[in-house]
């Protein structure tokens, strides 16, 4: 954490101080008046300086990156992470060789490591952030993947005049297959209770 302590003869002009030292800007840091100071008579007599304490605030951004690393380290997978803020979504990207392992089956390992992401970020903070966990473009397959078997389970519910059961899958999965589908001849709705929450086809 970078901090440093700065005077001068009013607070305004300790803290511009501080932040000439640190090289950032008043809406990146917190600070902490340690001494009002004393003006004294005609500025001069008895005056006293101000005194106050300048600290860098956290980018939750940044540490939720910080975060992600110490986390896969732990794996024994050293990842590059790219990071894209959008309003307030954050997607992080993963980038590994052996990227396989973070992604798991189906995609549970990524979706676990994800949840755990959006508990972080959100940890002391003003701002509510949503957050897309993605290793090396997989959400994107992922996605294309669920939309073509939402054509296909719609299609067999239809033909069948049978509910169609598919496997349990997050929120934000969901989600896709029912966009899919809402404007074909089936209808959708999720049944059971998470992590078991599924989609159900009707004909």
Do not use: C, W
Not at 72 to 77: A, I, P
Not at 134 to 146: I, S, V
């Amino acid at each position: 954490m970078r901090e440093v302590t700065a005077s001068g003869q009013t607070v305004e002009e300790a803290v511009q101080s501080a932040l000439e030292q640190l090289g950032v800007e008043k809406n990146q840091v917190d600070v902490e008046v340690i001494d009002e100071g004393k003006k004294g008579v005609f500025g001069i007599f008895g005056s006293k300086r101000a005194f106050v304490k300048v600290t860098v605030a956290k980018d939750p951004v940044e540490e939720t990156a910080q975060f992600i690393k110490e986390v896969t380290s732990n794996m024994n997978l050293s990842v590059k992470i790219d990071t894209e803020v959008k309003d307030n979504h954050v997607t992080y990207t993963m980038h590994h060789e052996n990227i396989a392992k973070l992604i798991g089956k189906r995609g549970q390992t990524l979706n676990a490591l994800q949840y755990l992401v959006h508990l972080v970020i959100n940890k002391h903070n003003d701002t509510y952030y949503t957050v897309t966990l993605d290793a090396e473009g997989y959400r994107a397959r992922r996605k294309e993947t669920l939309e073509s078997l939402a054509l296909k389970m719609g299609d067999k519910a239809q033909k069948t005049k049978k509910r169609v059961v598919l496997e349990p899958m997050p929120a934000f999965e969901r989600k896709i297959i029912h966009s899919v589908l809402q404007d074909k001849q089936v209808s959708t709705y999720s049944d059971g209770v998470e992590p078991h929450r599924h989609i159900v086809i009707k004909p």
